[in-house]
T-cell receptor
Framework: GENVEQHPSTLSVQEGDSAVIKCTYS??????FPWYKQELGKRPQLIID?????GEKKDQRIAVTLNKTAKHFSLHITETQPEDSAVYFC??????????FGGGTRLMVKP | NAGVMQNPRHLVRRRGQEARLRCSPM?????VYWYRQLPEEGLKFMVY????????ESGMPKERFSAEFPKEGPSILRIQQVVRGDSAAYFC?????????????FGSGTRLTVV
């Protein structure tokens, strides 16, 4: 089955700096890659996603890039703010509408 | 649209009791997924269900755990004879019936504590 690796597991940045989280996947048939943000004690919430026919997608301060050849995708957050502090999960979808999640990255934005 | 509804939000059970967790998917969603999250850890897939069908239960422990999604009513995750190691947050998610779909929508989770 699909295997998704996520790095780093923790990331600390200064407010205003950029943050990058990287994921790799194993199943070349995966075609959908969402990112979720989970604040402490809350549910995971979808923040951005990308499909395999697109190389990059941007939404205000967040962007996701996808390299299908290398089977990796990344989340980029620019001008980080304290409210960006949370755990971020990448995921990849294989056949049958299943999502496989990475292990998560705890992002801490220091004011 | 009320979103994915899970109840109870918090559940305390003594060792050996049964826990029943309920999940009502978003309106129009017919696919339900259950995930378990231990403190400070990631989302571990448990089971994927459609109405009256278990599609994939590869993440379910072989004993004590079962799940159903009946024709009428919510999906139920049932844990029999709970042990301390079952303490975790259990999240349900739902998605629309088509293959070309977006991400899952998660419920607020049920936090199970076994004492």
């Amino acid at each position: 089955g699909e295997n998704v690796e996520q790095h780093p597991s923790t990331l600390s940045v200064q407010e205003g700096d950029s943050a990058v989280i990287k994921c790799t996947y194993s199943d070349s048939a995966s075609n959908y890659f969402p990112w979720y943000k989970q604040e402490l004690g809350k549910r995971p919430q979808l923040i951005i996603d990308i499909r395999s026919n697109v190389g990059e997608k941007k939404d205000q301060r967040i962007a996701v890039t996808l390299n299908k050849t290398a089977k990796h995708f990344s989340l980029h957050i620019t001008e980080t703010q304290p409210e960006d502090s949370a755990v971020y999960f990448c995921a990849a979808r294989r056949a049958g509408n299943m999502l496989t999640f990475g292990g998560g990255t705890r992002l801490m934005v220091k004011p | 649209n009320a979103g994915v509804m899970q109840n109870p939000r918090h559940l305390v059970r003594r060792r050996g009791q049964e826990a029943r967790l309920r999940c009502s998917p978003m309106k129009g969603h017919s696919h339900v997924y259950w995930y378990r999250q231990l403190p400070e850890e990631g989302l571990k897939f448990m089971v994927y269900l459609q109405k009256e069908n278990i599609i994939d239960e590869s993440g379910m422990p072989k004993e004590r755990f079962s799940a159903e999604f009946p024709k009428e009513g919510p999906s139920i995750l049932r844990i029999q004879q709970v042990v301390r190691g079952d303490s975790a947050a259990y999240f349900c998610a739902s998605s629309p019936p088509t293959r070309e779909t977006g991400g899952y929508t998660f419920g607020s989770g049920t936090r199970l504590t076994v004492v």
